[in-house]
């Protein structure tokens, strides 16, 4: 009897641990589907809030197809900016699902990639080996300099059949200047995210323009554009390491004059411009 007891015990604890066991392996399963574009445009053809989606995004290993082409059939979905945003400055591994919110990198997701000589890593008070995600630095020879964003504003000229919008930052030249025609720039924004543009000089007033927005109104109609022109944009080649930074550079030499990169934090409320000028 004893003998049968002692079975029957160890039978049962046999069966409980091959449950946890089948729980554990469905869990798994379950934690390691990798979010795609068509994974983002179901749940939101399916009625799931942007803060929902959201919250996958960033919990989730994805790999998402930014290219242009996907881009705009994202927005033609219906899939708002935000989340085309995060698609956009998500890591392409496994490591999103090991780190509940983005808002605080560890040290290790931070660094730069090794294709970046340890010179330059430790340099600058060590601010190369902890970048932070919303600052964009130039990588000047062994140093990471930090640039100063200016927030600005978008300033709307109304007449009686026309209108134009521009951001206006004071100064008809940068503090920051550099003499290297082809800089490299390190940033966690995608080059999407932070264009790079010229700035104009003010003709009149000490200050420095980009033109964002147009439009002509007549009795029976008008056309209007929004945002930073072709011609105000800079063409630049970008490589993305694996710790989710950019490294960013003009895909053609700068002439000298002042520059830019630009995120704007709505169509028309402001942002944020990293500044420049090239001598």
């Known amino acids: ?21 089948m729980v554990g392996g469905t869990s798994s399963a379950v934690a390691q589907e990798v979010l795609t574009n068509d994974s983002v445009i179901s ?3 399916g009625g799931l809030g942007e803060a929902v989606v959201l919250a996958r995004i960033r919990s989730s290993p994805a790999n998402f ?35 509940p919110t983005p808002a605080a990198p560890s040290a290790a997701a931070s660094a730069p990639s090794p294709s970046v000589s340890a010179a330059a890593r430790n340099s600058a008070g060590g601010a190369a080996a ?9 990588l000047n020879g062994a140093n990471y300099v930090e640039m100063q964003p200016q927030v600005v504003e978008i300033e709307v000229s109304n007449a009686v059949f026309s209108s134009k919008s521009d951001v206006v930052l004071g100064g008809r030249r940068a503090e920051y200047r550099i003499t290297d025609k ?40 008008g056309s209007s554009r929004q945002g930073v022109r072709s011609e105000d944009r800079i063409a630049v080649k970008s490589e993305r390491e694996a710790n989710g930074f950019y490294r960013i550079s003009p895909s053609s030499p700068l002439p000298a004059g002042e520059y830019g990169f630009i995120v704007l934090s709505g169509a028309t409320a402001g942002g944020r411009m990293f500044d420049f000028g090239v001598d």
């Open 43 to 45: 749940m939101v053809k």
């Open 182 to 221: 082809q800089p490299q720039f390190y940033s966690y924004f995608a080059p999407t995210e932070a264009l790079l543009v010229k700035l104009k000089p003010g003709d009149k007033k000490n200050d420095r323009n980009l033109k964002m927005g147009s439009g002509g109104y007549h009795p029976y109609g």
């Open 1 to 21: 009897m004893r003998t049968s007891n002692i079975f029957w015990r160890a039978l049962g604890a046999v069966l409980v641990l091959a449950g946890f066991l």
């Open 65 to 99: 197809d930014t290219s242009t082409n996907s881009l705009l059939a994202l927005k033609k979905a219906g899939v708002s900016d935000k989340v085309i945003e995060a698609m956009v400055s998500a890591p392409r591994s496994g490591a999103a699902a090991a780190a």
């Open 130 to 138: 902890t970048l932070p995600r919303d600052s964009i630095f130039h």
